[in-house]
T-cell receptor, first 113, second 116 residues
Framework: GNSVTQMEGPVTLSEEAFLTINCTYT??????LFWYVQYPGEGLQLLLK?????DKGSNKGFEATYRKETTSFHLEKGSVQVSDSAVYFC????????????FGTGTQLKVEL | DTAVSQTPKYLVTQMGNDKSIKCEQN?????MYWYKQDSKKFLKIMFS???????INETVPNRFSPKSPDKAHLNLHINSLELGDSAVYFC???????????????FGQGTRLTVV
């Protein structure tokens, strides 16, 4: 079956530090890959996505590249801010899967001054 | 202008009660979902409807029954609530048929259910 593995948190960084949150996946077919963000007390918001190999998704300074050879979709940001503190979810949607998203366990990020 | 709205936002109820959570989307999407988020933030799909037809029904107790009166609404009814049902329930919607995979899902704000 399909699955997503992402690094466990919490991850604590100082403001302006470099962020990497690792994500790897297992899927049949050709999945699309997503990063969602959940701010405290809120629902999930799409952060970025990539729908085919070598695509790079980017938004708000965050980037992730769809690497088919390593089945990875690591999230990066060059300089984090306190406002980036949230839980980040890596997810995939595979063809023929009834459109459902399969999520990783989520990684909590805390950014301190 | 809320895209996916669910009510109520908070629900506190006693064990054994029956409750419903409502969800509506104004995005014109074909597919709607219910996800459950547990206390460790893990998200798991419960149900998915495409044009009012049930297409995903994961291993969920039959006390949970979704109902889709039209493609813009997907309600979740829970009978005989148990302590373990306490969680945050998210409604979501997306465009596209069962075979396409490249469209994202839009989520509601969540309903925090607490069973006491």
């Amino acid at each position: 079956g399909n699955s997503v593995t992402q690094m466990e948190g919490p991850v604590t960084l100082s403001e302006e530090a470099f962020l990497t949150i690792n994500c790897t996946y297992t899927a049949t077919g050709y999945p699309s890959l997503f990063w969602y963000v959940q701010y405290p007390g809120e629902g999930l918001q799409l952060l970025l996505k990539a729908t085919k190999a070598d695509d790079k998704g980017s938004n708000k300074g965050f980037e992730a590249t769809y690497r088919k050879e390593t089945t990875s979709f690591h999230l990066e940001k060059g300089s984090v801010q306190v406002s980036d503190s949230a839980v980040y979810f890596c997810a995939l949607r595979a063809t023929g899967g009834g459109n459902k998203l399969t999520f990783g366990t989520g990684t909590q990020l805390k950014v301190e001054l | 202008d809320t895209a996916v709205s669910q009510t109520p936002k908070y629900l506190v109820t006693q064990m054994g009660n029956d409750k419903s959570i409502k969800c509506e989307q104004n995005l014109g999407h074909d597919t709607m979902y219910w996800y459950k988020q547990d206390s460790k933030k893990f998200l798991k799909i419960m149900f998915s409807y495409n044009n009012k037809e049930l297409i995903i029904n994961e291993t969920v107790p039959n006390r949970f029954s979704p109902k889709s009166p039209d493609k813009a609404h997907l309600n979740l009814h829970i009978n005989s609530l148990e302590l373990g049902d306490s969680a945050v329930y998210f409604c979501a919607s997306s465009q596209g048929d069962r075979e396409r995979a490249n469209t994202e899902a839009f989520f509601g704000q969540g309903t925090r259910l607490t069973v006491v």
